[in-house]
């Protein structure tokens, strides 16, 4: 009766928050293409293809005035999120504020409480284990809060930043994982992203998560919460060229939840493409993209157009 509840609770929010984005490409149907009569959002390129097991898994979509912030598949059998995925252009990050911090960035202590709030879709009906369902704080269980999407890719406005620190958009992340070589993989997305002042592309897709799905890619478990093995993240580019067409190009990180400094140059080991990527996690990345152009992109990664030797 709770799922059906929360199911009930979701399409109704959906209902609301779901609306065409601006900045989305608006391709027509092809053969693995996310359904987009529930949302329309559903369809945008950063999205893999949505988990079948509909009665376990919701998307979480989130927005801030208007503007799609970032989306999460849950897994409420699990209590974990399979993946986050967003875009990445030139006003959606625009660094206007600073980084919340519940004790020195906050401008309402009353409204904004916890450092790392429960997802407001699923509300307090379906929290992630006990209290206030923060299941892996680092003091206590020697996990950081590992964001998936990145705080530091979302600081064009409070609220922006701030739906960056829901338990759902977290994985439990060791600290010499977290803070060293995962942090400096996202540093490197982000130079990526706004390269030759944001000329490298027109648009970046990001898909990124644990593995959650795999008994041989999960590392244990913390106060009930799946530690994944692995962690990945699916990167897409478009680029308009002279001609009018668009160029799409793509890569992947795959690496393990380790402890780990790499960085720079040190990160191309980790580098493979979407293709074995989808073999190792089993979701299907990319997939409202054309078929051919999915087909292309997505067998090799062109290591120079990423910048590495």
């Not at 409204?111 to 790392?116: A, E, F, I, N």
Request: aromatic letters at 14%; charged letters at 20%; proline letters at 4%.
């Amino acid at each position: 009766m709770l799922k059906k509840s929360l199911l009930y609770i979701f399409a109704a929010m959906t209902l609301v928050a779901c609306s065409s984005d601006d900045n989305e490409e608006g391709f027509s149907t092809n053969a693995n293409a996310n359904s987009t009569k529930q949302c329309a959002e559903y369809g945008g390129l950063e999205f893999p293809r949505l988990n079948s097991d509909t009665k376990n898994n919701v998307v979480l979509v989130h927005k801030s005035n208007g503007i799609l912030n970032y989306c999460v598949e849950w897994d409420m059998q699990k209590k974990s999120q399979r993946w986050s995925c967003y875009k990445m252009y030139k006003s959606i990050m625009a660094s206007n504020v600073d980084r919340f911090d519940v004790t020195n960035n906050n401008p309402n202590p009353n409204k904004y409480p916890y450092q790392y709030p429960l997802d407001p879709i699923l509300g307090t009906k379906y929290p992630w284990s006990v209290g206030n369902g923060d299941g892996y704080y680092h003091k206590v269980y020697k996990y950081d809060h590992g964001h998936i999407c990145p705080s530091a890719d979302r600081l064009m406005s409070f609220e922006q930043n701030y739906q960056t620190f829901y338990l759902t958009n977290m994985q439990p992340q060791k600290n010499g994982f977290n803070a060293k070589v995962w942090a400096n993989m996202e540093k490197k997305v982000r130079d990526w992203a706004k390269s030759n002042n944001y000329k490298f592309c027109d648009t970046m897709y990001v898909c990124k998560g644990g593995t959650i799905d795999n008994k041989s890619q999960i590392a244990g478990t913390i106060n009930g919460h799946i530690i994944p093995k692995y962690f990945f993240m699916a990167i897409l580019i478009s680029k308009k060229q002279s001609s009018g067409n668009v160029k799409y190009d793509a890569m992947a990180f795959w690496i393990e939840h380790k402890n780990c400094t790499d960085n720079n140059n040190a990160l191309k080991k980790y580098v493979i493409t979407i293709d074995e990527l989808e073999k190792k996690t089993g979701i299907d990345f990319f997939c409202n993209l054309p078929d051919g152009i999915e087909k292309e992109v997505e067998s090799t990664v062109n290591m120079k157009l990423w910048g590495f030797n």
